[in-house]
């Protein structure tokens, strides 16, 4: 089977829809995120759609529907809006742990072992590859 991802550019979708990031996003919450996983009921795509292009915002919109959420809609909002991001990292190139990740992909997930070794295979080779091309730097040379 093969498989075709589906490339959606924010900028075109949102021009489509003729909505901003953030009117996306209070539709997001209207039909259902991580934090209130069923929407609101009775609101799906096109009814969120028609809210915000009639009341503009979430804001404006929660006074005039019944709904009950987990969360306060508006702490999700703000966290969509403000992610918390963690900058204190360090990106290390190593070799795939191929055991974990097939018991991860094949076990747990049930993809194609042959699919899963195959990448993993290219992975491998890849790391290589980056591992002799690696540039020394000047301290490497004296040590």
Known sequence: MEIKPEIIDLKIVLEKLQITRE?????????????????????????????????????????????????????????????????????????????KVVSILVSKYDFSEKRVLNALERLKKAYREHIKSRQLGLDQWFT
């Open 23 to 99: 009117q996306l996003i209070d539709i997001a919450i209207l039909l259902g995120t991580d934090y209130n996983p069923d929407g609101v009921k009775g609101i799906g795509a096109k009814t969120a759609l028609k809210l915000i292009r009639t009341y503009g915002s979430l804001e404006r919109i929660l006074p005039n529907i019944k709904a009950q959420f987990p969360v306060d809609p508006l702490d999700i909002k703000k966290y969509f809006l403000n992610p918390p991001v963690n900058t204190n990292y360090k990106l290390e190139w190593r070799e795939p742990d191929s055991e």
